[in-house]
C-alpha cells in the first residue's frame, strides 16, 4: 500500500506525458493519440534487406526494395520500426541529441514487433559503437542504450563492447552512398576482449537510424571477419522516400 501510495502522489505530481509533444497521456513512456497516429509505424509487406515498407504481395517472401536490389546488403535480414519522417524524425532527433533517454524503452518495444521471427534464440544483441571522442560529447551511444533495451525485451544477451570504432569519423549527414562508404571503411573492429562471444554465434545489429547502411555495413563487416554466425540488423528508424 506505501508503494502504490508513493507511485499515485509522483504521478500526480510529475504526470505521464507524450514521449513527443509532452501532452498528458495514461501511461509513462507512450505517445498522444496524435502523435501516435502521425507516426509511421512500419507493418505489412517490408523489404527483407531493410525493412522499408513495400506493396502489399501476398503468398510471397523475402522480398526486396529496388535499393537493396541495387546494394545488396552485407547482412541477411533487416527491419525498422518507423520510418524516419514527422513523428518519427522527431524522436529519433529528442532521443540522438537532446539527453531524452527514456525513449530507449518503448523504441526497444516497437523494434521487437518489428523483428518478428528473424531472430535466432541465441543471438546476441551488439550496438553500433561511437568513437570515444564522440561518446565524451554526446555523453551516452544512443544504440547502446536501445541494444540494452531491446535485449531486455527480447531475454536475450546483449554486448555492448563487442565493436570498437578505432577511428573517429565525419559526421554522415549530408553526403552521399559513395561517400558515405568511403568515410566508414574499416572504421569498426571487433573488440579482442569480446571476440569469443561473437564466434560463429548469431548477431542482431542495433543502430538508431538506416539511411543508406553504410555504417551498418562497415560494422557487419567486421563481425563477420571476427568469425560471426548469421548477422540480423534493426534500427528505430528508416530513412526512405516510400511514402
Not at 544504440?143 to 570504432?165: E, I, K, W, Y
Not at 573492429?189 to 571476440?195: A, S, T
Request: proline content about 5%.
Amino acid at each position: 500500500m506505501l508503494i502504490r501510495g508513493i507511485q499515485t502522489a509522483l504521478a500526480t505530481i510529475y504526470p505521464a506525458q507524450c514521449l513527443t509533444c509532452g501532452s498528458l497521456v495514461d501511461s509513462d513512456f507512450g505517445l498522444c493519440g496524435s502523435c501516435w497516429r502521425d507516426t509511421a509505424f512500419i507493418g505489412g509487406t517490408v523489404c527483407d534487406g531493410c525493412g522499408v515498407p513495400l506493396p502489399s504481395a501476398d503468398g510471397l517472401e523475402n522480398l526486396q526494395c529496388d535499393e537493396c536490389l541495387t546494394h545488396p546488403r552485407a547482412w541477411a535480414q533487416g527491419r525498422a520500426a518507423v520510418l524516419y519522417n514527422e513523428t518519427g524524425r522527431k524522436l529519433v532527433l529528442a532521443f540522438k541529441h537532446g539527453d531524452r533517454q527514456e525513449i530507449a524503452k518503448p523504441a526497444a518495444l516497437w523494434m521487437a514487433n518489428a523483428l518478428g521471427d528473424i531472430v535466432e534464440e541465441n543471438s546476441l544483441v551488439v550496438p553500433v559503437p561511437l568513437h570515444w571522442m564522440r561518446l565524451l560529447k554526446r555523453r551516452y551511444n544512443q544504440s547502446a542504450l536501445l541494444a540494452q533495451a531491446l535485449a531486455d525485451q527480447m531475454s536475450l544477451m546483449c554486448g555492448p563492447d563487442v565493436l570498437h570504432r578505432h577511428r573517429p569519423t565525419r559526421s554522415l549527414d549530408g553526403l552521399g552512398r559513395q561517400e558515405r562508404q568511403e568515410t566508414v571503411q574499416n572504421a569498426i573492429r571487433v573488440n579482442n576482449k569480446f571476440r569469443h562471444q561473437v564466434m560463429a554465434r548469431p548477431i542482431l545489429l542495433v543502430d538508431d537510424v538506416l539511411t543508406t547502411g553504410a555504417t551498418l555495413t562497415a560494422a557487419t563487416q567486421a563481425l563477420q571477419q571476427a568469425g560471426s554466425g548469421r548477422v540480423c540488423v534493426v534500427t528505430l528508424a528508416r530513412v526512405s522516400k516510400t511514402p
